[in-house]
């Protein structure tokens, strides 16, 4: 059975409505990286769920407690580059602070390329946390950005 161009219209957006709903889903790729894409209704929430499945990689994120906050200050180039910073800016409280967060409040501005986020979170403790898959980095391979309809998505790729 063919759609017709008006079904495959509804269709498209049905999808794009679904999307809305999750924050983010993992795709497979190689054994050394670990993809997945990210959801928004605007860029703000775009970059809190890319931090979240970010996270998600590393660390089962519904046994961490919002205890503290850390407020972040990320620039860029671009919505890429800045995507790039952000993620690997989260890197460093990980490995530097042993932290993990599990809420973000992200402002971004798009004529600046700037971000500001409050991220909330607590200190990683083996006892209490399901840890998983050590991150090395977020990577510029393939790493994408766009608006489809009324719904930004972003393809991130973690090397692992």
Same mark, same amino acid.
């Given at each position: 059975?063919?759609?017709?161009?008006?079904?495959?219209?509804? &269709?498209?957006k049905?999808?794009?409505? /679904?999307?809305?709903?999750?924050?983010?889903?993992?795709?497979?790729?190689?054994?050394?990286?670990?993809?997945?894409?990210?959801?928004?209704?605007? @860029?703000?929430? *775009?970059?809190?769920?890319?931090?979240?499945?970010?996270?998600? #990689?590393?660390?089962?994120?519904?046994? =961490?407690?919002?205890? *503290?906050?850390?407020e972040?200050?990320?620039?860029?180039?671009?919505? #890429?580059?800045?995507?790039?910073?952000? *993620?690997?800016? @989260? $890197? /460093?409280? #990980?490995?530097?602070?042993? &932290? !993990?967060?599990?809420?973000?409040?992200?402002?971004?501005?798009?004529?600046?390329?700037? *971000?500001? !986020?409050?991220?909330?979170?607590?200190?990683?403790? $083996?006892?209490?946390?399901?840890?998983?898959?050590? #991150?090395? !980095?977020a990577?510029?391979?393939?790493?994408?950005?766009?608006? =489809?309809?009324?719904?930004?998505? !972003?393809? =991130?790729? =973690?090397? /692992?």
């Amino acid at each position: 059975m063919k759609l017709s161009d008006g079904n495959m219209l509804y &269709l498209n957006k049905f999808e794009n409505l /679904i999307n809305i709903m999750k924050k983010f889903e993992f795709v497979d790729i190689t054994t050394a990286d670990v993809a997945f894409i990210a959801y928004g209704k605007d @860029l703000n929430e *775009l970059f809190e769920n890319a931090a979240l499945a970010f996270f998600e #990689v590393m660390i089962n994120t519904d046994q =961490v407690k919002p205890k *503290l906050k850390i407020e972040i200050k990320v620039d860029g180039d671009d919505l #890429v580059s800045l995507m790039f910073n952000w *993620l690997n800016e @989260l $890197l /460093i409280y #990980v490995d530097g602070e042993n &932290l !993990a967060f599990s809420k973000f409040d992200v402002k971004i501005d798009e004529e600046k390329f700037n *971000l500001d !986020a409050t991220c909330s979170g607590e200190k990683i403790d $083996l006892k209490r946390h399901e840890t998983r898959t050590a #991150v090395k !980095a977020a990577t510029y391979h393939k790493l994408e950005i766009k608006k =489809v309809d009324k719904l930004w998505k !972003a393809r =991130v790729i =973690v090397d /692992i």
